[in-house]
């Protein structure tokens, strides 16, 4: 399996526009984050390591430029973890993978995540569209709380709560993704036992009533007990050198472009 982490900001990015702070204007690169998103490339099942799977966790708002930054140019599937305009607005350039590899793109979400895809992108799903100009072709799958597969590889949904709101983590083989969590449910630990990666949302240290702070993220870690940890989401508040420099020796800050092979 193959990650890589494309964007490990908040919603605003980094640099903030009209900002000044040490972050905003450090010219340390791992200091710079676009929208947060995953891409993840691994064997398709049992059909042999010359074909693969590329799945994408969120069309970040940075989507086409996260491609192009990565050397990336085809994607099969989207997992979306939910509906904020930060991990959904990328979708539109999924148009350009349409068009290069001819395919439809496959985008699955919980019921309220797909619901305000069609909503937000109506025109993507209007028979009455005009296609010149080009359209994503995308087809939507609603998943529960289950695991399902992709081309015969599993993936295991993670429920838990973004303040109110209800947003999906996904589990792929060894590798875990949560972003925008505030609280994870006893019930979810159990499918997050003997991971080699975490990947986990960390926004800053000053409590957040929608996001992990960086003390509770690794709290939540220790309690997961992965081999390896990376916080994303991280605002402005945290300069990733010195923010590292204080954490514990398995856990770190992630970065733009950061890639993991297990």
Same mark, same amino acid.
């Given at each position: ?5 494309? #964007? ?14 040490? *972050? ?6 791992? +200091? ?10 691994? @064997?398709?099942?049992?059909? !042999?390591?010359?074909?693969? $799977?590329? $799945? ?17 140019? +085809? ?8 509906? %904020?305009?930060?991990? &959904?607005?990328? $979708?539109?350039?999924?148009? /350009?993978?349409? /068009? ?6 496959? &985008? ?13 992108? #109506? ?10 100009? #080009?359209? =994503?072709?995308?087809?939507? %799958? ?20 973004? #303040?109110?709101? *209800?947003?999906? !983590? ?17 019930? @979810? ?10 990947? &986990? ?5 000053? =409590?957040? =009533? ?18 390896? *940890?990376?916080? &994303?989401?991280?605002? %402005?508040?945290?300069? %990733? ?6 954490? =514990?020796?398995?856990? /770190? ?10």
């Amino acid at each position: 399996m193959r990650i890589v982490i494309l #964007g490990t900001g908040t919603s605003q990015g980094i640099p903030i526009i009209g900002c000044k702070c040490r *972050t905003c204007t450090s010219s340390n690169p791992k +200091d710079k984050r676009l929208r947060v998103s995953a891409y993840v490339e691994l @064997e398709k099942g049992e059909l !042999g390591a010359e074909k693969k $799977l590329k $799945l994408l966790i969120d069309t970040s708002a940075d989507f086409r430029q996260q491609m192009l930054a990565n050397g990336l140019d +085809d994607i099969d599937d989207v997992l979306y973890t939910h509906h %904020h305009i930060d991990h &959904i607005m990328g $979708l539109d350039d999924i148009r /350009q993978i349409n /068009q290069l590899h001819k395919k439809a793109v496959d &985008i699955y979400g919980n019921k309220a995540t797909i619901k305000q895809i069609r909503t937000s992108f #109506g025109y993507i799903f209007d028979p009455n569209t005009y296609r010149g100009g #080009g359209i =994503p072709n995308v087809k939507t %799958h609603v998943i529960a709380l289950k695991k399902f597969r992709i081309d015969g590889v599993a993936i295991t949904p993670l429920k838990y709560l973004h #303040g109110k709101m *209800t947003v999906y !983590g996904y589990r792929i083989g060894d590798f875990a993704y949560l972003t925008d969590c505030s609280r994870i449910p006893d019930s @979810e630990f159990k499918k997050l036992k003997n991971l080699k990666v975490l990947v &986990i949302d960390a926004l800053r240290y000053k =409590p957040h =009533p929608t996001h992990f702070s960086i003390n509770e993220a690794v709290a939540a870690a220790k309690k997961i007990r992965p081999e390896k *940890t990376y916080f &994303i989401h991280m605002t %402005h508040d945290i300069l %990733h050198d010195e923010t590292n420099a204080r954490l =514990p020796e398995n856990i /770190q800050l992630a970065y733009d472009g950061l890639e993991l092979n297990l």
